[in-house]
């Protein structure tokens, strides 16, 4: 394996951290790795639907604002490509 070096909001380490106990995963870097070939695996999925998820999952987390279930963003048709984000 290869060593890369990311650079992240404290608080999103610290979503990321609980999320990765939370699910049972045996390691930050296990999760990542998870992460990263889900977004390979179904790179149709448009970069607006990511942002989405991650800001409702911090919603959730933190219990601020109206929150949307995963599942039911990922069902939403693509309205957008990436576009280079």
Partial sequence: MTTITLKVP???LDDLDATWR???F???SEFVRWAL?????HPSFSR???KE?????????TGEGDTDDGDEI????????DGGE
């Fill in 53 to 61: 998820i991650a800001v409702s999952e911090h919603q959730l987390a």
């Fill in 74 to 81: 990922r069902s939403r048709p693509n309205e957008e490509t």
């Fill in 48 to 50: 607006k639907a990511w």
């Fill in 26 to 28: 045996p390691s930050r």
């Fill in 22 to 24: 939370a699910e049972d």
């Fill in 10 to 12: 404290q608080a999103f």
């Fill in 37 to 41: 070939r889900d977004a390979i695996t």
